[in-house]
């Protein structure tokens, strides 16, 4: 079973910056695609960002230009650079590491709270 640990979540003023990571527990084969997703207060669970073993990266509107993903394929981590956060950006930010062809899977982090304070 592979494990999702997030770190870094934390509370912040508005403007300011957090940095998100998530380890993985173990090697997943390549050729998968780690990613950010969020849960804001009464929305349902939705993309932050995503990024594929070979570097493609694809953002929601709200995180672009804000927010930068990035990973390290050798130590099985992600990392999101979130900045300029506002409070709409509160809420529970969960790690994913997702396979789409054989062999398959899809792995989540338990959550890491981010609430960002005007």
């Known amino acids: 079973q592979v494990q999702l640990e997030e770190s870094g979540g934390g509370l912040v003023q508005v403007g300011g910056s957090l940095t998100l990571n998530c380890a993985v527990s173990?090697?997943?084969?390549?050729?998968?695609?780690m990613g950010w997703y969020r849960q804001t207060l009464g929305n349902p669970r939705e993309l932050v960002a995503t990024?594929?073993?070979?570097?493609?990266?694809n953002y929601a509107e709200f995180a672009e230009g804000r927010f930068t993903i990035s990973r390290h394929n050798a130590k099985n981590t992600v990392t999101l650079q979130m900045n300029s956060l506002k409070p709409e950006d509160t809420g529970v930010y969960y790690c994913?590491?997702?396979?789409?062809?054989?062999?398959?899977?899809?792995?989540w982090g338990q959550g890491t709270l981010v609430t960002v304070s005007s």
């Open positions: 990024v594929t073993s070979g570097g493609l990266t």
């Open positions: 994913n590491v997702r396979r789409l062809v054989t062999p398959t899977y899809n792995y």
């Open positions: 173990r090697s997943a084969s390549s050729g998968n695609r």
